[in-house]
């Protein structure tokens, strides 16, 4: 246990290191009366002054029209429309199903799932990694195909692989699969790499590209709380739902949980 944390530690040193050589962010420079620091900082970013330029009159003028804005919730909502408002509401709901759709479950208690399989703490760590891999590669190849293949499309073929390796899961442990831990490990790389493929990642990138810039801080903050609280709720009850109503069912729920996300 002590490499695993040390290891992680080494990188997020090594992070600390490399970030303090970064510049400010331009828009923050340049919010704060620091406007040639936040050109500078542009020319780092940027090829060409006229792209320097106009990404500078785009900050600026964002900043003029939010500092209209009242720095209160409430009020700040009453100036969008209701197209808005119900983008703001799909977002909050996809976090939702981001985090209840059992994706973080099984990368938080993947070698707890193997155990209850039945398998011992040296192959349920192995397969855990096995997972990680799975997980890496999954988001990798999201990356790439985005904007290819298009942002509800991945979101809709995440499900639905998550939707068979709950399915999967939910067999494999209702039946009783005994030693066989490929089923597991197909079931929990379905689950892991859907989730990697759509709600993992495509979430993050729609609040970030659908929210106006009257709102975008104040929503994306407020999406974002519900996700946390949501992935509270999950991971505190995974394991009281395991003790009361078993591995079957709780799987099942989640299998409800996705069945619900691709309706939505």
């Known amino acids: 246990w002590r490499v695993l944390f040390a290891v992680p530690a080494i990188f997020a040193f090594m992070q600390a290191v490399f970030m303090s050589y970064l510049p400010e962010s331009p828009k923050w420079l340049i919010q704060n009366g620091m406007e040639m620091k936040g050109r500078a900082a542009l020319q780092l970013a940027l090829d060409t002054d006229e792209a320097v ?14 500092n209209d804005v009242t720095s209160d919730f409430k009020e700040a909502f009453k100036n969008v429309t209701y197209e808005y408002r119900a983008v703001f ?22 070698p707890v799932i193997f155990k209850n399989a039945g398998f011992g703490e040296k192959a349920s760590l192995t397969f855990t990694v096995v997972l990680g891999v799975v997980k890496v590669v ?8 985005v904007d290819l293949v298009g942002r509800k499309k991945l979101l809709l073929l995440g499900l639905t692989v998550m939707t068979c390796g709950q399915v999967t899961l939910f067999v494999a442990f209702a039946v009783g699969y005994g030693q066989n831990i490929g089923v597991f490990v197909v079931g929990c790389s379905m ?14 990138l729609l609040q ?3 929210f106006p810039t ?14 946390n609280l949501s992935e509270f709720m999950v991971n505190f ?15 099942f729920f989640f299998f409800t949980m996705c069945v619900c996300a691709l309706l939505f």
Not at 138 to 145: D, E, F, H, R, T
Not at 237 to 251: E, K, M, N, Q, S
């Open 53 to 66: 330029e106009s990404r500078y009159r785009e900050i600026v003028d964002s900043h003029h029209h939010s």
């Open 237 to 251: 009850a995974f394991l009281p739902l395991v003790d009361t109503i078993h591995d079957a069912g709780t799987f």
């Open 191 to 204: 689950i892991l790499g859907g989730f990697s493929i759509g709600l993992g990642p495509v979430t993050w």
């Open 208 to 210: 970030s590209e659908m």
């Open 89 to 110: 509401a799909c977002i909050a709901v996809l976090m939702f199903f981001q985090q209840f759709t059992g994706g973080v479950v099984v990368r938080n208690y993947a």
């Open 138 to 145: 999954a988001v990798g190849w999201s990356i790439y195909n």
């Open 214 to 227: 009257i709102i975008r801080g104040r929503a994306m903050g407020l999406s974002v709380v519900t996700r």
